[in-house]
């Protein structure tokens, strides 16, 4: 079966992209997500595979990339912000839906899968893949293969605390998690807002202050210089504990062009080495990128052999 669906469950939107073989798009479709509906979300991705598979005359494979995880535990979705598909068995309704095998994994292994694929880490034995976005996630592929632990959350730093913080970053903010100072709460789009305001009382989004210091605003430049000395030490912690030869970036502030020279020239100071090889790189399939992983989770796990029970 060489057609590879993929599909990424967004909250705000579902996209379906068709893959052929050689990871050329052959179809692709969004639709808003139902908020708030699980049985309309699961009939929205029905429709978007019955058309697409109509449309290209061939079953494909079919491949999921949603925030959150399938619980090892229960067997239910959990930590999704599209809090519908919380506590869903959203992998074998999936299944029994399209009637196949199907894979689903957190959207940053999406991420990392599809970059290591054919994408701007491909080749690379080892990719950790960072989402930067209304959240921040982390995903692992490690030669080609996305890595599943027994607690599926393998690279879910957005949930460690910041390192090496200063005595003005102490405790930091409540996380929806539980806890306080997590790394999401600074390096999310949100945190980057929060922590503008807390230094200058004036509300700005990410994009409104990094539009700012490209004006000269000097306030807006230090908010952005501090963003990028805690990602500099959030991803050296990363590069400390599993030296990945790649780290690629996604989400909404990975558009940051900046990013990908001041964050490697900071990271030197912390990660423990006398030279720092690993690379940081945006990814080559922009916001596609997540969907294609999606697809080739889908097609891979379709080649694998069956696991024993
Ligand atoms: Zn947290």
């Known amino acids: 079966m060489a057609l590879a669906l993929g599909i990424d469950l967004g909250g705000t939107k579902i996209e379906i992209i068709a893959l052929a073989a050689s990871g050329e798009v052959l179809l692709r479709r969004r639709r808003p997500s ?42 239910l979705l959990k930590n999704s912000n599209s ?11 999936l299944a029994d839906l399209l009637q196949r095998p199907i894979a689903l994994a957190n959207d940053a292994d999406c991420l990392a899968l599809s970059e290591a694929t054919d994408g701007a ?3 690379a034995a080892s990719v950790f893949a960072v989402i930067l976005g209304t959240g921040v996630g982390g995903g692992l592929a490690i030669h080609g293969r996305v890595l599943a632990g027994p607690n599926a959350i393998a690279g879910e730093w957005g949930h460690n605390p910041l390192p090496w913080p200063a005595p003005a970053e102490l405790p930091g903010a409540p996380c929806y998690c539980g806890l306080s100072g997590c790394i999401e709460t600074w390096l999310s789009g949100p945190g980057l807002a929060r922590d503008y305001r807390d230094a200058t009382g004036s509300a700005r989004d990410g ?24 990602l500099a030490r959030g991803l050296a912690t990363v ?10 970036l996604g989400g909404g502030v990975s558009n940051l062009e900046r990013l990908y020279a001041s964050v490697p ?13 690993t690379r940081l790189l945006p990814p080559r399939h922009g916001d596609s990128s ?13 080649l694998a052999p069956p696991r024993p029970a």
Do not use: H, K, M
């Open 121 to 123: 880490a491909a080749g």
């Open 207 to 230: 994009p409104a202050i990094v539009a700012a210091a490209a004006e000269g605003e000097a306030a807006a430049e230090a908010a952005l210089l501090r963003y990028e000395d805690r």
């Open 83 to 93: 809090t519908w598909l919380n506590g869903r068995p959203l992998d074998r309704d």
């Open 34 to 75: 139902p908020r708030g509906s699980y049985a309309a979300t699961l009939e929205a991705i029905r429709a978007l595979v019955q058309e697409a598979e109509s449309e290209l005359g061939a079953a494909g494979t079919v491949g999921f990339g949603t925030p959150g995880a399938i619980s090892p535990a229960s067997g």
């Open 265 to 277: 020239a900071r990271w030197q100071r912390y990660v423990f080495s006398d030279t720092v090889r």
């Open 290 to 302: 997540g969907v294609r992983g999606a697809a080739w989770l889908g097609r891979s796990r379709a």
């Open 239 to 248: 590069i400390n504990l599993l030296d990945p030869e790649t780290i690629v």
